[in-house]
């Protein structure tokens, strides 16, 4: 069973930047591709960012292009979100989520293994 841990996250003014983690234990998922979603309260969750298992595919949403930077360390079995030029609309839960294949996905019932979240909140 994968085990998904989310760190990083915080309260930030506008403008500034946060880098989230996401460390997987219970197994190696080198082979996996993952991803990064958000919910803000009272709404669905959203696709931000995903990779392939290589790291050679991305993709992000058009509202984080230019500002969120995914990538992997698969010796160390993490994910990271670079969050930059972080705007009052990127407050909310951050959820790392990994695939049980290496191919790269946006959808969130595509997703098998999820965190439980990390907090992010930017002030005006």
């Known amino acids: 069973q994968v085990q998904l841990v989310e760190s990083g996250g915080g309260l930030v003014q506008a403008g500034g930047s946060l880098r989230l983690s996401c460390a997987a234990s219970?197994?190696?998922?080198?082979?996996?591709?993952a991803g990064w979603f958000r919910q803000a309260p009272g709404k669905e969750h959203e696709f931000v960012a995903a990779?392939?298992?290589?790291?050679?595919?991305?993709q992000y949403a058009d509202s984080v292009k230019g500002r969120f930077t995914i990538s992997r360390d698969n010796a160390k079995n993490t994910v990271y979100l670079q969050m930059n030029s972080l705007k009052p609309e990127d407050t909310a839960v951050y959820y790392c989520?990994?695939?049980?294949?290496?191919?790269?996905?946006?959808?969130?019932?595509?997703?098998?293994?999820w965190g439980q979240g990390t907090q992010v909140n930017v002030s005006s």
């Open positions: 989520a990994v695939r049980k294949d290496p191919f790269l996905r946006v959808a969130v019932q595509n997703y098998d293994y």
């Open positions: 990779l392939s298992w290589s790291g050679g595919n991305i």
């Open positions: 219970g197994r190696t998922f080198s082979s996996n591709a």
